[in-house]
């Protein structure tokens, strides 16, 4: 049964099982469908707590002071990227990464809890601050999972097959995310801080739920040389020797531009109407239409060449957000929500794609060895880069939004050329 649904949901079979470390050759079908199952819950969970949207709306409805909406993005995601080299140093030594993807899902299930107590019982600044000190111990678990899941799929799904993986994933929780948008907008004002605490109390049950599913994955012990366990120092080292890898980093971050103009395109949307919490609800059912379109449209693209996909999306990205710009200033559409919206959805489609191919272009440039390495050093570097292009466009954006717009989509045209310059891998390889 799972080899048949297995074969019906990844049609694009490009790749080896025997390559696969120990016996995992022979427990793909399930392996891969417990990981889109615990990958589905999660995202589930994440279309929840959502800095950009949900707890920007969360911090607003407790009444908490607008200062700390600003802190939201940069906390979630740095501080879900930082700790990832000391998580790969505690990690080196064991043979399974199970284990630790475990624990990270269980721990966020805590903090999520915790955030469903914050948003029923406070409000004000010492609900913001409870909200946002939760929100940090959150980031700190998932970048736990977010180390584990690259090599954990790397050691027990072939190259050429876990973009398609993810991808499924990432359709499933589009519709999830659809159907909680429309809730919200039916809601319209009637949605309080009790329906954000229903809302997270069963976000905390899905990373539950994926633990108890991620579980059963059969992941071979297996003993891979890293630098990781020669400490912290020994791992960023790789940024300086390893060239493949250098470029990766520098192409990510060049990237930004599709997870850092989002927020700015929200804000020109609520300068230009007043805002009410039911506007919530079309914004995250366009990242859930992203999420549906995109895990199927780009999954299969990352597995046959994620360099180009990543090349692709900074291309689009850029294009997508000057010609905003430049449309805003000639239609009579930038005075209506539904522009906004149409815009943040491209964003958001393209974004799915530079998240689906740097995902797999990592895992398959770490399937010499070193994975863990690769991913926990990049997630790092990353981390302290995003604080500081996010420093840059915020500082820019005093002068208005359109000026840190550009500045952001100069940066991930510039990225084009550098993503292109990087090796293939994976299954562009061999082609």
């Known amino acids: 049964m799972p080899d048949r649904l297995y074969a019906r949901l990844i049609s694009d079979r490009g790749g080896d099982p025997s390559d696969l470390p120990g016996d995992a050759g022979d427990h793909v079908a399930d392996s891969a469908l417990r990981t889109v199952a615990a990958l589905t819950l999660t995202k589930i969970g994440d279309s929840v707590v959502d800095a950009k949207t949900v707890l920007a709306w969360l911090l607003g409805s407790m009444g908490a002071p607008a200062a700390l909406t600003g802190l939201l993005v940069p906390i979630r995601e740095s501080g879900a990227l930082l700790p990832q080299v000391a998580v790969a140093r505690v990690v080196a030594d064991h043979a399974r990464r199970t284990p630790a993807w475990l624990v990270g899902a269980i721990g966020q299930a805590a903090a999520v809890a915790a955030m469903a107590v914050i948003a029923a019982t406070m409000e004000g600044l010492a609900g913001g601050l409870a909200l946002l000190a939760a929100l940090a111990v959150f980031a700190v678990f998932r970048a736990v999972c977010s180390l584990m899941i690259k090599d954990v799929m790397g050691r027990t799904i072939p190259t050429g097959e876990r973009g398609q993986v993810t991808g499924w994933s990432t359709t499933a929780s589009g519709i999830v995310a659809i159907t909680v948008g429309l809730g919200i907008r039916a809601l319209g004002e009637d949605a309080g801080t009790a329906v954000f605490a229903a809302l997270l109390a069963g976000a905390a049950m899905m990373w539950l739920a994926s ?178 292009v996010g420093a840059i466009s915020s500082a820019v954006a005093l002068f208005g939004t359109g000026p840190a717009i550009v500045l952001l989509s100069v940066a991930g045209l510039i990225g084009v050329p550098v993503s292109l310059s990087m090796p293939e891998v994976g299954r562009g390889a061999a082609a």
């Open 211 to 388: 633990a108890a599913t991620f579980a059963g994955i059969h992941e071979p012990p297996v003993e891979e040389p890293g630098v990781a366990g020669n400490g912290i120092w020994a791992s960023l080292q790789l940024l300086r020797t390893d060239q493949p890898f250098r470029r990766f980093v520098i192409s990510r971050t060049l990237l930004l531009v599709s997870a850092l103009t989002p927020p700015f395109i929200v804000a020109r949307a609520a300068a230009a109407s007043d805002a009410s919490i039911n506007d919530l609800g079309p914004f995250l059912v366009a990242a859930g239409l992203a999420s549906l379109i995109g895990g199927r449209l780009w999954g299969p693209l990352a597995d046959r060449s994620s360099r180009r996909l990543i090349a692709a999306a900074s291309g689009a990205a850029s294009v997508i957000a000057l010609a905003f710009l430049g449309l805003s200033q000639v239609t009579a559409l930038a005075e209506t929500t539904w522009w906004y919206l149409g815009v943040y959805l491209l964003l958001a489609l393209v974004h799915q794609g530079a998240r689906l191919g740097r995902a797999t272009y990592i895992v398959d440039l770490g399937d010499g060895g070193g994975r863990t390495d690769y991913v926990a050093v990049s997630n790092t570097a990353i981390g302290v880069l995003l604080l500081a």
